[in-house]
C-alpha cells in the first residue's frame, strides 16, 4: 500500500447505488413505479472521476451556486492485482486494502439518469489518507463509520446490512466488467446522508479501526473565476 | 497527421499513417499496416482517463429509441477497461437479444480545460478518432440509464484506428457518419445533425469538471442501430477521420447476477 499520506487512485473509482438495505427499504414500492419501474437487479454503479479527487484535509471549493451537498460517508475497496485460481476458467480481482472515503453530491438528482452534473464536479471525492491492508482492516462487514460535521457527530453508518456485502459487490461486478488493479469500488451510502455547507468542516472516521486515520474536508464557497478577460 | 498507437515486432509503438496501407515508426521504419496489432490511438495518461459518453445526443436516434430529445447532455461515464483497438473483437455475451453498435464522433482533449467558452472549446481539442461505443439492451435498467452493464463492458468500446489532428479536421461539425454490418449500410448520419455539439460539449462539462490531456468525449450516434450477430463484422466510419472495424465474438458464459 502507499505510504501514509500520499494515498491516489491510480485505477477507475466506482460508487454503488442503492447498496444499503435501509435506503432500499425506503423506496419500497416507488421502485416499481415510473421511471423506473422494476427494482435494480445488478449492481447500479456510477463513477467518480479524477477530477474529483481530494486529498484528506484539502479544501474543497463548491460550484458556483452551490451552497449544500450531501456527504456520502463510505468505505472504498482497492484491487489488487486479478489472480488465477488454480483450475479457474477466469482470474479473479483481489483485495489489496480500504480506504475512507467521501463521497459528495450536489442535491437534487434522480436515480433514473446518470447523475454526473451533480457527482463528478471538480472536487467532490474525498479520499482518506492511507489504504489499509486487508488484514488489518478485518471483517469489511463490521466497519461502523461516524461522520461529524463541525464536531458534531451527524451520522453512523453500519455496513452489516447491505444489499450486496463487499465480497458479493465485487463479485457481482466484477461478473459484467473486470475491475483493473488500482479500481476503488465504494460499498455504498447509507440513506439519510447529512448535508454540509461551504464553511463546514467533515471529518470521517471508523472509530473502531483508528490505523484508517481520520478523513477531514473543509467546504470552501465557490470562487468566481474571472473569465471575461 | 494521422496517429496510431500499435504493437509490432515485440513493442508498442506510436506510428503516423504513410500511404494507404503502411504506417512509419518513431525511429522512421515503414511497416504494414496488416502486420500490426491496432491498440486504442491514445498516449498514455498520468491520471486515470475520464471518458465521457452522450446518450441520445441526435434528434432522430432519440426518436428511434421513443425518448424525446433531452433538454441537457445526457452524459454517462466509462472505464478505459472498455477501450479497445481497430480490428479487435467485442464479446457477445451469451443468450444476449439484442446488441447494437453506436458509430461516434470522438473527441481527444488537448489541455487543462475548466470553465472553457464556447468560442474558445476548439483551443481545448487534440484530435478526433472514431469509437463504436456497443450497448447490449438486454441488460438495460431504469437505474442510472444507460447502466454500466450496458456501456461499460471490457472491450465493449472500440476506439480508433487514427486519432487525427485537429488542424486537420477542417469542420468537426461536418462529418459524414456511417456503419456497415457485413458490408451492409445500416446506420447513416452527419455530426451536424448533433443536439448539443462539439464546442457546446466543451463548454458545458468544463463549466463544473476540469477536463485533462487525453480525456475523452464519446458524442453520441445517430438512428439506424441494428443487432449484431457473432461473427458479424461491424465497421463504424467517420468522413476524413477513418474506418473502425470490429468483429462480434462469442465470449465465455457470462455470469448472471439475477
Redesign the interface.
Known amino acids: 500500500m502507499n505510504a501514509p499520506g500520499t494515498f491516489w487512485?491510480?485505477?477507475?473509482v466506482?460508487g454503488c447505488?442503492?447498496n444499503f438495505r435501509r435506503e432500499w427499504q425506503q423506496w419500497g414500492e416507488r421502485m416499481a413505479q415510473p421511471?423506473?419501474?422494476?427494482p435494480?437487479?445488478?449492481?447500479?454503479?456510477?463513477?467518480k472521476?479524477?477530477?474529483?479527487w481530494s486529498t484528506s484535509g484539502a479544501g474543497i471549493m463548491l460550484?458556483v451556486g452551490a451552497d449544500t451537498v450531501l456527504v456520502g460517508a463510505s468505505v472504498a475497496l482497492v484491487t489488487g492485482p486479478r489472480q488465477w485460481l488454480a483450475g479457474a476458467?477466469?482470474t479473479r480481482p483481489t483485495v489489496a486494502g480500504y480506504v475512507l472515503v467521501n463521497d459528495l453530491e450536489l442535491p437534487g438528482a434522480s436515480?433514473?439518469?446518470?447523475?454526473?452534473?451533480t457527482q463528478?464536479?471538480?472536487g467532490l471525492l474525498g479520499l482518506g489518507a492511507h489504504a489499509v491492508a486487508p488484514d488489518e482492516a478485518g471483517d469489511p462487514a463490521l466497519f461502523a463509520l461516524q461522520v461529524r460535521i463541525n464536531g458534531d457527530l451527524r451520522q453512523t453508518i453500519r455496513f452489516d446490512d447491505l444489499i450486496r456485502d463487499a465480497a458479493t459487490l465485487l463479485r457481482?461486478v466484477d461478473?459484467?466488467?473486470?475491475l483493473?488493479e488500482g479500481?476503488l469500488l465504494l460499498l455504498g451510502c447509507d440513506a439519510d446522508r447529512p448535508t454540509a455547507h461551504a464553511g463546514d468542516h467533515i471529518e470521517i472516521t471508523l472509530a473502531d479501526i483508528p490505523v484508517f486515520g481520520v478523513l477531514s474536508n473543509t467546504l470552501m464557497p465557490a470562487r468566481i473565476?474571472d473569465?471575461a478577460s | 497527421m494521422k496517429h496510431a498507437r500499435i504493437a509490432w515486432a515485440g513493442a508498442v509503438w506510436d506510428a503516423l499513417e504513410h500511404g494507404a496501407d503502411q504506417l512509419r515508426l518513431p525511429d522512421g521504419r515503414i511497416v504494414a499496416q496488416h502486420a500490426v496489432v491496432w491498440l486504442p490511438p491514445l498516449a498514455p495518461v498520468a491520471r486515470p482517463r475520464t471518458i465521457l459518453a452522450l446518450g441520445l445526443n441526435y434528434a432522430n436516434h432519440a426518436r428511434e429509441l421513443e425518448f424525446k430529445a433531452p433538454e441537457e447532455p445526457l452524459v454517462f461515464v466509462k472505464g478505459e477497461g472498455s477501450l479497445i483497438g481497430h480490428k479487435a473483437q467485442t464479446v457477445r455475451p451469451d443468450g444476449v437479444k439484442h446488441m447494437h453498435y453506436e458509430c461516434e464522433l470522438a473527441v481527444v482533449i488537448g489541455r487543462a480545460a475548466r470553465q472553457v467558452r464556447r468560442d474558445d472549446a476548439y483551443d481545448f481539442i487534440a484530435g478526433y478518432t472514431v469509437a463504436n461505443d456497443y450497448a447490449i439492451r438486454d441488460y438495460l435498467e431504469n437505474w442510472y440509464r444507460p447502466n454500466l452493464r450496458v456501456k461499460n463492458r471490457d472491450g465493449c468500446t472500440p476506439i480508433g484506428p487514427w486519432r487525427v489532428d485537429a488542424g486537420d479536421v477542417a469542420d468537426p461539425m461536418r462529418l459524414a457518419l456511417q456503419t456497415r454490418v457485413d458490408g451492409v449500410v445500416t446506420q447513416s448520419g452527419n455530426t451536424r445533425d448533433m443536439i448539443f455539439d462539439v464546442p457546446f460539449l466543451i463548454q458545458y462539462f468544463s463549466a463544473f469538471m476540469t477536463l485533462q490531456p487525453g480525456d475523452l468525449i464519446l458524442t453520441g450516434t445517430p438512428n439506424g442501430v441494428v443487432d449484431c450477430p457473432v461473427g458479424a463484422e461491424v465497421v463504424t466510419e467517420i468522413e476524413g477521420i477513418g474506418a473502425l472495424i470490429n468483429t462480434i465474438a462469442r465470449g465465455a458464459p457470462c455470469v448472471s447476477t439475477t
Open positions: 487512485p491510480t485505477g477507475t466506482y447505488l442503492l421511471p423506473h419501474t422494476a435494480p437487479r445488478a449492481p447500479v454503479l456510477y463513477v472521476t479524477a477530477n474529483t460550484p476458467d477466469r436515480y433514473f439518469r446518470p447523475a454526473v452534473r463528478c464536479v471538480d457481482d461478473a459484467f466488467m473486470s483493473r479500481d473565476l473569465t
